[in-house]
């Protein structure tokens, strides 16, 4: 069954073709580790994780490079303004190098939370400045790079196809600046390496053949990616903000050093949104992983949230959404714990949720294919079998999972029910209306069922 995949830079659903057999290379743009990531970030990465475990249950030997960005992110886009590492560092009272050991680990147990699967290789910006000023070098070797008093820029009028990706208005854009270029030539240029101030030692610099300073954002995923998967591979994702300017400027960079695209396909996950708008880190409002675990929320139940909706689609955010879907998710452990370990996977559903995870991770249409399972007559344990195998791409660790254990209830409290039971079975209305206000002045409420009854604790 052909895996299909929409490709950002065609604007086209393609059929997944390596360029090796049986392998897949790819790369995922990681944080940038000046705080925590908040968990619309985090929604990316659970599309990445499902797009991972679908290449590989296609038979696909996947080498998975995700970055950690920990310099050269400037607050602006047009690449002025301070390092996001070096505001990080001010607003905690750390160091640079301090900050991107606490924002990795972070982002690395938000992924061990959300149970995405570690990647083949986590490489740091800032263990590869050689790599990044050897292509440098060899975009200023083609033409295409110019030196301004503080830093060397990426000449976008040179490259004919620069913002083919995002298809950019590259005309309408420079005609509609508003803001101060300064020296750049065109608004849509970019850094490829900035200096550092006269007269300002930073806390993360290095030696160039320019002078003194840092690289520039995007340079720094052209050259990892490259020298992990070479300079053309499989597919590129990330969140649907880096269309217009990082991947863009990715692809320019990758044409001017190595004469190709970089990879063969661009993939894009949508944002989470709340009240209409994306949620970031800039407001200074955001929820990380940790905000749902001290609100009592199983990380599974957001995983699951992010499941009901198509990748390429946004999600407005509520605790209401968050509690619908942690509810349904424990019905659906709950159900799976119930059926039996012995059985096979039934032929039809396997072939019917490949169908939808291969039409472009189609995780929505899967996710109701799994409670078309779950009300079928087939027998518990194929029916367990079966959901394990949907499980090997949803990741919501079905098999793992332990009811929480029950507190015992106290004998006064459960010889008070029983004899409520009772009274209410010899039709003394009385009895049991006085064994349920005692239980209720004990913090106890009780609730019939057609097995008998149940306490609650109020």
Not at 57 to 65: K, S
Not at 131 to 154: C, H, N, P, R, V
Request: glycine share 8%; hydrophobic share 35%; with cysteine.
């Amino acid at each position: 069954m052909t895996l299909k995949l929409y490709d950002t830079y065609t604007r086209s659903l393609r059929d997944f073709e390596p360029i090796e057999t049986g392998k897949a290379g790819l790369y995922c743009c990681g944080p940038t580790v000046y705080n925590y990531a908040h968990i619309g970030n985090l929604r990316t990465y659970v599309f990445e994780d499902v797009l991972r475990r679908t290449l590989e249950i296609n038979g696909f030997e996947v080498r998975h490079v995700v970055n950690i960005t920990d310099v050269g992110h400037l607050v602006s886009d047009a690449d002025d303004g301070e390092d996001k590492m070096a505001a990080g560092a001010r607003r905690t009272g750390k160091t640079a190098w301090e900050i991107a050991e606490i924002y990795t680990e972070a982002f690395l147990e938000d992924l061990q939370h959300l149970n995405v699967l570690s990647p083949t290789v986590l490489c740091k910006a800032t263990d590869h400045i050689a790599e990044q000023i050897e292509g440098i070098q060899q975009i200023e070797a083609k033409g295409l790079a110019y030196t301004t008093s503080d830093g060397i820029y990426f000449d976008t009028a040179k490259d004919p196809d620069y913002g083919y990706l995002a298809r950019l208005d590259r005309e309408g854009l420079q005609a509609g600046a508003r803001v101060d270029q300064g020296e750049k030539r065109s608004v849509t240029d970019f850094a490829l390496w900035k200096f550092s101030p006269a007269d300002e030692q930073r806390q993360m610099e290095w030696d160039s053949p320019w002078g003194k300073g840092f690289p520039g954002w995007h340079i720094e995923c052209s050259a990892m990616a490259a020298k992990y998967l070479g300079p053309l591979f499989d597919i590129h994702c990330g969140g649907k903000d880096h269309i217009p300017i990082h991947h863009s400027n990715e692809i320019a960079q990758s044409q001017a050093c190595y004469g190709t695209r970089l990879s063969n396909y661009w993939m894009h996950g949508y944002f989470l949104q709340t009240d209409k708008s994306k949620m970031s880190k800039s407001s200074g409002e955001f929820l990380r992983m940790q905000s749902l675990i001290d609100r009592q929320y199983d990380p599974m139940a957001y995983r699951f949230l992010c499941l009901l909706a198509h990748y390429r689609s946004d999600i407005t955010f509520s605790w209401d959404n968050l509690d619908s879907a942690a509810t349904a998710l424990g019905r659906m452990r709950e159900t799976y714990l119930s059926w039996d370990t012995n059985g096979e996977p039934d032929a039809g559903f396997v072939e019917r949720f490949m169908a939808f995870i291969n039409d472009d991770l189609n995780t929505s249409q899967a996710i109701a294919l799994s409670w078309e399972l779950i009300k079928s007559g087939l027998p518990s344990g194929v029916k367990r079998a079966t959901m394990d195998r949907f499980d090997q791409v949803f990741g919501l660790q079905l098999a793992q999972w332990q009811p929480p254990a029950q507190e015992e209830l106290p004998k006064e409290v459960v010889a008070l029910a029983k004899q409520r039971q009772q009274a209410r079975a010899d039709k003394d209305w009385a009895a049991a209306d006085a064994a349920r206000d005692e239980l209720a002045a004990l913090g106890y409420e009780v609730v019939d069922t057609a097995d008998g009854f149940e306490l609650k604790q109020r």
